[in-house]
């Protein structure tokens, strides 16, 4: 018993021992703090090199790009990756993404063997979308994508690999593969936007809808005061009297449906010119005077001729392949593969 005492006597007095150590140390050490856990930071996507799959491509071919006024040197491949990458958002259907692709190669190719660029006649493609086709460095897209750059980039190298070489020709040269962003239901003919009437760039049926296109009718509104004097700025014989009614006549439309000439305070104006004049998104236009205002009503954006990217989309959402696509915007066309 008396061994019991004295055992229990220094457990209580051990106990109260730690105790006062344990306050004597948060007294001096200050309020307990949850220690930061160091977790290791996310490494940064590998270079575009490593993504790349091995074995012989012929869109490794050499090609000379104008950016700006430095001319690169790269593969057709590199290229078609930045070109796509910076034309068609990635996360669409792969099969869309092939049909842009086998656009802008047949693009290079057409510039190259058919029809040089005047602008820059020394190389075959430039970085200017409004010469050429839009362009992004892989550095210009790790900083867009950011977490997504190597989900992203491996959609676009896929769409390259699995086309490799591929292109369209007419009479067994390669053609103007243009694309626009969306269309009105309908494509434009190339003779109706530009001089030359090609026979692969007609007018044809396009399924995208406002449903699956971001802005797909887009709206843009003038004063009286800034209408007249934007036509009358470039058309100083334009009249206008005081009834809005009659200041447009005679609008003639294209097969599309999109404005081809209109007469605007008694002189002709082309809707090609009217769409650049007022910033329009497409010739798909109807206008209205209300209240003051001219009201531009539009349905689409681009110039509507070739592919539109919303439509191969929603085909190849469908479950159309790219060479459905394709044969579906440029009219009796065939498929070809370039050699070295």
Known sequence: MIVFKVIRNLLIAATVSVVVIIIAMVTLSGPYTKPELNEPESLPPPPLEELLPSGLRVDRVLLHLLDGTEVLEMSMERYLIGVTAAEMPAGFPIEALKAQVVAARTMVLYNTLVSTKPRHPEVSVCTDF??????????????????????????????????????????????????????????????????????????????????????????????????????????????????????????????????????????????????????????????????????????????????????????ARDGKTYRDILSAYYSRISFSLFSV
């Open 130 to 315: 409004n010469c050429c086709m839009a362009y992004s460095s892989d550095e210009q897209l790790r900083d867009k994508w950011g977490e997504s750059y190597t989900e992203n980039i491996l959609r676009i190298i896929n769409a390259v690999v699995d086309t490799d070489g591929l292109y369209m020709t007419y009479g067994s040269e390669p053609i103007l593969a243009v694309f626009h962003s969306s269309s009105a239901g309908k494509t434009e003919s190339s003779g109706d936007v530009w001089l030359t009437a090609l026979p692969y760039l007609v007018c044809v049926g396009s399924p995208e809808s406002g449903i699956d296109v971001p802005d797909y009718v887009s709206t843009v509104t003038k004063s009286f005061s800034e209408f007249i004097e934007t036509i009358t700025d470039a058309y100083p014989n334009a009249v206008f009297d005081d009834d809005a009614a009659s200041w447009i006549s005679e609008i003639t439309y294209t097969p599309s449906g999109r404005i081809s000439e209109l007469v605007i305070g008694g002189v002709t104006v082309k809707g090609t010119v009217l769409r650049s004049m007022f910033n329009l998104r497409s010739t798909a236009i109807v206008i209205e005077f209300h209240n003051g205002e001219t009201i531009f009503t539009v349905t689409g954006y681009g110039h509507g001729v070739g592919m539109s990217q919303y439509g191969a989309a929603s085909m």
